[in-house]
């Protein structure tokens, strides 16, 4: 499990898991010991507050999965920065997105050989919930995206 989640992001550790009937919930936690301004660019150690995200991530013996994280808010202190507090944010997770972008992939994959009402049907028995809009809007986006 810990390989799994590693291969998502090395700065994530894992900490506990548990199956449900039709998900795997993986609980995980950032062991970056700062987090870096999207806006400014500077580190900060200063902890401000934490907030649970979850996101859903390629499945796990056929099942969905879905990874809960205690999400940081650091303070930044470059008096020049507009902002004062800034979320510790991933690479493989979309600002605000509820998908990692190795599932995003995968539904991509699958939704490109099929009709989206099929690739909805097949997503659902135990890969991701998606809806039929949901996917052409992510084909579409594939496309104008470079
Ligand atoms: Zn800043």
Redesign the pocket.
Known sequence: MDEFIKELDASLDYLEHEITENEVIIYVASNRKSGS?P??G?DSMRVHSRYEKSFQDLPIMGKKTKVIIENRKFF?D?PD?T?TT?AERFDFLKQNGKKTKRLIEKIIDISLNTSSIAASRTLKGGIADVGKSTICNLLKKRHTTP
């Open positions: 301004c806006y400014c500077c930044c470059n920065c902002f800034f």
